[in-house]
Every structure is written in C-alpha cells, then in structure tokens.
C-alpha cells in the first residue's frame, strides 16, 4: 500500500500532514494531539514540513498556525524532490564509475589464454555484445553464412547500437561479407546499416567469395566465433569466445588479405 513514507516523510511528518488536511488551520499543540505526534517533536516536524514546502503557516496569530498545502500540490512537490534526488545520487555514481574506470584501466592488461562459451540464444546474444562493447582498437566482423547479428529484429538492433558506440569510442569497424549473404538479406537490413554506420569514416563492409562461418576479431586479441543452429542455420546455437593473441594473430593474418582482395560494398 503506498505511503507518504515511499515518498521519503517520515512517520510522524505523514501523521502530522495528514492531520492538518482534517483539522485545517490549527495551532502547534492542537496538531499534536490530532496527529499524536509528541509535542517534545511536533515543531522540529513541522519545521521539516515546511521544508518541504507541504504547509503553510500564519506568523502573524498568536500563538502560531499552520495549514497543509493541497494534496496535489503537496505530491508534486514531494516527487520533485524525489526526483532531484535521484538525479544527484545518479551523478554521483556516475562519477564513481568514471573514476573506477580510469583506476582500473590503468592496470596492465592480462594476456593469458581464456575462453568461455554461451549456449543459447539469449546467453549468445549477451556474449556478444558484451565481447562488442569491449571493443578498443578494432572489430572485424566476418559473415559468411546467415546470421542474427546481420538480420531483422532485437539481435540486429542490439548489434547495430554496440557498432554506433563503438566508431564513437574510435574503434575501427570492418565487416566482411560473402555476396551470397547479402544478397539473402531483406532490403531494410542494409537500408539500416546504411542509415546508422554508412556515413563514419571508420566503418567499412566489404564483400568477398567462398566466405564459410561468422566470427568476430576484437583488438587482434580475442575471437568470437558463433555456432550456428544445426535445425536451423539463421539462428545462433552458441558462441565460444577465446581470448587467445596468438591465435587471433593467426587469423588476422587470414583475413587481411581477403580483406584487401575484397570488393568495397555500395552504401
């Protein structure tokens, strides 16, 4: 049930103001026995009410008088106050991120061998963006074969936001496609990619024959290597990821030439 409390009064300022929307105007003493709000703390709730700009008071009757602000009012004011202090706590941990952040990236890199693997398409899809927004240097993305990271939906979408932020980090994108696949994907997929990326100097698609699986070289240091359904090949039954320089230099040195023999696609 919701409460004046959830809106950050305490319980003796919701007694209070409550009280004073039955009583009307009314003196100190009185709202303490109509609210049992003791009267050794009836001014301190009162002064925080007024805080809160919740009442009003009349200053010039003696003894003192008080009176609650519309509830509408009174609401609005307390969600405002809600609000702002949610936008400062968010600041607040915003500037603690970027300060563990630069803390942390300040550690020397680890370069030991590592590789895990996602099963399922949920746990795929959140492999991969993870893996994509981990992205400093460069992203080579290499699709031979149909994908969910080159098709229609939330998969694709997430894709294309984690590339968007990538080229804003100044990560160099380059994508490799069979022409096969290109031609197998509906008109609104390139239509996107054209809309969102084409235009960063820093994005660049290609397409080039006898392309076989999709994978992912991230930073020359780790690959993402996804495993397609074997029921159905445009769905995502896994993905391994292996962090593994050696190896990702190893297909680096694959892909490069196929890369410079490939043919720049109209975008």
Excluded at 66 to 80: I, K, N, S, T
Excluded at 112 to 139: H, N
Excluded at 225 to 238: H, K, R, S
């Amino acid at each position: 049930m919701a409460s004046l409390r959830d809106l950050g009064l305490s319980e003796y300022e919701a007694r209070a103001y409550r009280a004073l929307l039955r009583t009307g105007a009314t003196t100190a003493k009185e709202l303490s026995r109509a609210s049992d709000v003791p009267m050794g703390r009836i001014y301190d709730v009162l002064n925080s009410l007024e805080q809160y700009h919740l009442i009003r008071s009349q200053a010039a009757s003696r003894p003192k008088k008080y009176v609650a602000v519309e509830p509408d009012m009174a609401l609005d004011r307390l969600l405002e106050s809600k609000r702002q202090e949610l936008d400062e706590k968010a600041q607040q941990y915003e500037n603690v991120v970027e300060e563990l952040n630069d803390e942390l990236d300040a550690a020397e890199p680890v370069h030991d061998q590592f590789w895990t693997a996602a099963v399922g398409a949920d746990e795929t899809i959140d492999l991969l963006v993870e893996r994509l927004a981990a992205a400093d240097e460069s992203l080579a993305m290499v699709a031979g074969t149909p994908s969910p990271q080159f098709d229609l939906g939330a998969v694709g979408d997430l894709v294309v936001e984690e590339l968007e932020a990538a080229l804003e980090r100044g990560v160099e994108v380059s994508i490799l496609m069979s022409p096969d696949l290109v031609d197998s994907l509906p008109e609104s997929v390139g239509q996107r990619y054209v809309d969102r990326l084409s235009d960063h100097p820093d994005f660049h698609v290609r397409t080039e024959e006898n392309l076989t699986g999709v994978f992912n070289l991230i930073d020359d240091v780790e690959v993402c290597i996804e495993v397609p359904n074997p029921l159905d090949p445009g769905q995502a039954f896994a993905m391994i990821d292996l962090k593994d320089p050696e190896f990702a230099a190893d297909l680096r040195s694959t892909f490069d030439p196929r890369w410079e023999a490939a043919a720049p696609l109209p975008l």
